[in-house]
Antibody, heavy 120, light 106 residues
Protein backbone atom coordinates (compact mmCIF):
# COMPACT_ATOMS: atom_id res chain seq x y z
CA UNK A 1 0.00 0.00 0.00
CA UNK A 2 1.02 3.60 -0.47
CA UNK A 3 2.93 4.76 2.58
CA UNK A 4 5.08 7.66 3.71
CA UNK A 5 7.35 7.06 6.70
CA UNK A 6 9.05 10.02 8.34
CA UNK A 7 12.15 10.23 10.48
CA UNK A 8 12.02 10.47 14.25
CA UNK A 9 11.57 13.35 16.65
CA UNK A 10 14.26 16.00 16.92
CA UNK A 11 15.32 18.49 19.60
CA UNK A 12 17.27 21.48 18.34
CA UNK A 13 18.67 24.68 19.78
CA UNK A 14 17.69 28.09 18.41
CA UNK A 15 19.74 28.97 15.36
CA UNK A 16 20.38 25.36 14.39
CA UNK A 17 18.91 23.52 11.41
CA UNK A 18 16.83 20.36 11.15
CA UNK A 19 16.44 17.89 8.30
CA UNK A 20 13.40 15.62 8.23
CA UNK A 21 13.12 12.69 5.84
CA UNK A 22 10.03 11.17 4.26
CA UNK A 23 10.45 7.76 2.64
CA UNK A 24 7.82 6.75 0.13
CA UNK A 25 6.77 3.22 -0.80
CA UNK A 26 3.99 1.52 -2.72
CA UNK A 27 4.00 3.86 -5.74
CA UNK A 28 6.27 5.34 -8.42
CA UNK A 29 7.99 8.21 -6.63
CA UNK A 30 8.65 10.21 -9.81
CA UNK A 31 4.94 10.22 -10.73
CA UNK A 32 3.98 12.42 -7.79
CA UNK A 33 5.22 15.31 -5.72
CA UNK A 34 5.62 15.78 -1.98
CA UNK A 35 4.15 18.60 0.04
CA UNK A 36 5.17 19.67 3.54
CA UNK A 37 2.78 20.98 6.20
CA UNK A 38 3.43 21.86 9.82
CA UNK A 39 1.25 22.09 12.90
CA UNK A 40 2.31 23.98 16.01
CA UNK A 41 1.06 22.58 19.33
CA UNK A 42 -2.71 23.01 19.61
CA UNK A 43 -2.84 24.96 16.35
CA UNK A 44 -4.05 24.44 12.80
CA UNK A 45 -2.29 23.30 9.64
CA UNK A 46 0.18 25.46 7.73
CA UNK A 47 1.46 24.70 4.23
CA UNK A 48 5.22 25.15 3.84
CA UNK A 49 6.08 24.06 0.32
CA UNK A 50 6.10 21.46 -2.44
CA UNK A 51 8.61 19.54 -4.52
CA UNK A 52 7.93 17.56 -7.69
CA UNK A 53 9.24 13.99 -7.73
CA UNK A 54 9.19 14.24 -11.52
CA UNK A 55 11.47 17.22 -12.19
CA UNK A 56 12.54 18.47 -8.73
CA UNK A 57 10.79 21.82 -9.15
CA UNK A 58 9.97 23.50 -5.87
CA UNK A 59 7.42 25.99 -4.61
CA UNK A 60 7.91 27.56 -1.19
CA UNK A 61 5.55 29.61 0.91
CA UNK A 62 6.89 33.17 1.01
CA UNK A 63 7.12 32.94 4.80
CA UNK A 64 9.88 30.31 4.48
CA UNK A 65 11.81 31.67 1.51
CA UNK A 66 15.52 31.54 2.27
CA UNK A 67 15.07 29.35 5.32
CA UNK A 68 13.57 26.19 3.81
CA UNK A 69 15.08 23.68 1.40
CA UNK A 70 13.15 20.78 -0.09
CA UNK A 71 15.01 18.02 -1.89
CA UNK A 72 14.44 14.50 -3.12
CA UNK A 73 16.57 11.40 -3.65
CA UNK A 74 14.80 9.45 -6.37
CA UNK A 75 17.18 6.49 -5.93
CA UNK A 76 15.72 5.86 -2.47
CA UNK A 77 12.26 7.42 -3.02
CA UNK A 78 12.92 9.81 -0.17
CA UNK A 79 12.04 13.48 0.23
CA UNK A 80 13.77 15.83 2.64
CA UNK A 81 12.74 19.03 4.37
CA UNK A 82 15.52 21.17 5.84
CA UNK A 83 14.66 24.23 7.90
CA UNK A 84 17.43 26.61 8.88
CA UNK A 85 17.91 29.24 11.60
CA UNK A 86 15.40 27.59 13.88
CA UNK A 87 13.37 29.72 16.29
CA UNK A 88 11.30 28.74 19.30
CA UNK A 89 8.10 29.16 17.26
CA UNK A 90 9.31 26.52 14.78
CA UNK A 91 8.37 23.93 17.40
CA UNK A 92 5.75 21.86 15.60
CA UNK A 93 4.85 18.53 14.08
CA UNK A 94 6.03 18.45 10.47
CA UNK A 95 4.13 16.32 7.96
CA UNK A 96 4.88 15.22 4.43
CA UNK A 97 2.10 14.22 2.04
CA UNK A 98 1.96 12.83 -1.48
CA UNK A 99 0.84 15.51 -3.94
CA UNK A 100 0.33 16.05 -7.65
CA UNK A 101 3.10 15.36 -10.16
CA UNK A 102 4.01 18.98 -11.02
CA UNK A 103 1.98 21.06 -8.60
CA UNK A 104 0.48 20.87 -5.14
CA UNK A 105 -3.12 19.70 -5.32
CA UNK A 106 -4.24 17.60 -2.36
CA UNK A 107 -2.27 15.52 0.10
CA UNK A 108 -2.91 11.79 0.20
CA UNK A 109 -1.62 9.93 2.06
CA UNK A 110 0.30 11.74 4.80
CA UNK A 111 3.32 10.66 6.77
CA UNK A 112 2.95 10.03 10.48
CA UNK A 113 4.52 13.36 11.39
CA UNK A 114 7.83 14.37 12.96
CA UNK A 115 7.91 16.46 16.12
CA UNK A 116 10.61 19.11 16.05
CA UNK A 117 11.20 20.85 19.36
CA UNK A 118 13.29 24.01 19.48
CA UNK A 119 14.58 24.53 22.98
CA UNK A 120 17.61 26.10 24.61
CA UNK B 1 -2.70 34.83 0.08
CA UNK B 2 -6.19 33.33 -0.13
CA UNK B 3 -7.86 33.30 3.27
CA UNK B 4 -10.07 30.37 4.20
CA UNK B 5 -12.70 30.87 6.88
CA UNK B 6 -14.41 27.89 8.45
CA UNK B 7 -17.51 27.92 10.60
CA UNK B 8 -18.30 26.99 13.20
CA UNK B 9 -14.95 26.60 14.95
CA UNK B 10 -16.49 23.90 17.10
CA UNK B 11 -19.80 22.14 17.46
CA UNK B 12 -21.45 19.63 19.74
CA UNK B 13 -23.44 16.83 18.17
CA UNK B 14 -24.79 13.38 18.87
CA UNK B 15 -24.45 10.08 17.08
CA UNK B 16 -26.90 10.05 14.19
CA UNK B 17 -27.01 13.83 13.77
CA UNK B 18 -26.61 15.53 10.41
CA UNK B 19 -23.62 17.88 10.58
CA UNK B 20 -22.71 20.67 8.17
CA UNK B 21 -19.43 22.59 8.17
CA UNK B 22 -18.93 25.61 5.95
CA UNK B 23 -15.79 27.06 4.41
CA UNK B 24 -15.53 30.42 2.65
CA UNK B 25 -12.65 31.59 0.46
CA UNK B 26 -11.57 35.23 0.31
CA UNK B 27 -11.67 35.06 -3.50
CA UNK B 28 -13.11 32.62 -6.07
CA UNK B 29 -11.25 29.32 -6.20
CA UNK B 30 -13.46 27.38 -8.65
CA UNK B 31 -13.67 23.86 -7.18
CA UNK B 32 -10.09 23.70 -5.86
CA UNK B 33 -11.21 22.82 -2.36
CA UNK B 34 -10.23 19.83 -0.24
CA UNK B 35 -11.47 18.52 3.10
CA UNK B 36 -9.41 16.66 5.70
CA UNK B 37 -10.21 14.90 8.96
CA UNK B 38 -7.72 14.89 11.82
CA UNK B 39 -7.96 12.95 15.06
CA UNK B 40 -5.83 13.82 18.09
CA UNK B 41 -2.22 12.74 17.70
CA UNK B 42 -2.79 11.57 14.13
CA UNK B 43 -1.96 12.87 10.69
CA UNK B 44 -4.73 14.45 8.62
CA UNK B 45 -6.70 12.18 6.30
CA UNK B 46 -8.08 13.31 2.95
CA UNK B 47 -11.86 12.99 2.74
CA UNK B 48 -12.93 15.06 -0.26
CA UNK B 49 -10.98 16.68 -3.09
CA UNK B 50 -12.06 19.04 -5.86
CA UNK B 51 -14.97 20.15 -3.65
CA UNK B 52 -17.11 17.06 -4.13
CA UNK B 53 -14.99 14.07 -5.20
CA UNK B 54 -14.74 11.23 -2.68
CA UNK B 55 -11.36 9.84 -1.76
CA UNK B 56 -11.25 6.05 -1.97
CA UNK B 57 -12.32 4.38 1.25
CA UNK B 58 -14.18 7.37 2.67
CA UNK B 59 -17.65 6.44 3.95
CA UNK B 60 -20.55 7.65 1.83
CA UNK B 61 -22.02 9.60 4.74
CA UNK B 62 -19.43 12.30 3.96
CA UNK B 63 -20.21 14.64 1.10
CA UNK B 64 -18.90 17.95 -0.18
CA UNK B 65 -20.41 20.67 -2.30
CA UNK B 66 -19.84 24.20 -3.49
CA UNK B 67 -17.93 26.23 -6.01
CA UNK B 68 -16.47 29.70 -6.21
CA UNK B 69 -16.17 30.99 -2.67
CA UNK B 70 -18.64 28.94 -0.60
CA UNK B 71 -18.28 25.27 0.26
CA UNK B 72 -19.80 22.76 2.65
CA UNK B 73 -18.87 19.41 4.14
CA UNK B 74 -21.83 17.35 5.30
CA UNK B 75 -21.87 14.26 7.47
CA UNK B 76 -25.30 12.73 6.93
CA UNK B 77 -25.39 10.59 10.08
CA UNK B 78 -22.61 11.19 12.58
CA UNK B 79 -20.84 8.07 13.80
CA UNK B 80 -18.65 7.70 16.93
CA UNK B 81 -15.49 7.56 14.81
CA UNK B 82 -16.33 10.91 13.19
CA UNK B 83 -15.57 12.96 16.29
CA UNK B 84 -12.49 14.84 15.10
CA UNK B 85 -11.30 18.17 13.71
CA UNK B 86 -12.07 18.97 10.07
CA UNK B 87 -10.06 21.32 7.87
CA UNK B 88 -10.74 22.78 4.45
CA UNK B 89 -7.84 23.67 2.13
CA UNK B 90 -7.70 25.61 -1.11
CA UNK B 91 -5.38 24.38 -3.85
CA UNK B 92 -6.23 27.08 -6.39
CA UNK B 93 -3.10 29.12 -5.80
CA UNK B 94 0.07 28.77 -3.78
CA UNK B 95 0.60 29.14 -0.94
CA UNK B 96 -2.03 26.54 -0.29
CA UNK B 97 -4.02 27.67 2.74
CA UNK B 98 -6.17 25.90 5.30
CA UNK B 99 -9.20 26.97 7.22
CA UNK B 100 -8.87 27.25 10.97
CA UNK B 101 -10.57 23.92 11.61
CA UNK B 102 -13.89 22.75 13.02
CA UNK B 103 -13.81 20.51 16.06
CA UNK B 104 -16.75 18.12 16.20
CA UNK B 105 -17.43 17.03 19.78
CA UNK B 106 -20.04 15.07 21.64
Amino acid sequence: QVQLVQSGAEVKKPGASVKVSCKASGYTFSSYGIGWVRQAPGQGLEWMGYISGYNGNTNYAQKYQGRLTLTTDTSTSTAYMELWSLRFDDTAVYYCAREGIVAASYGDPWGQGTLVTVSS
Amino acid sequence: DIQMTQSPSSLSASVGDRVTITCRASQPISNYLNWYQQKPGRAPRLLIYAASSFQSGVPSRFSGSGSGTDFTLTISSLQPEDFATYYCQQSYRTPLTFGGGTKVEI
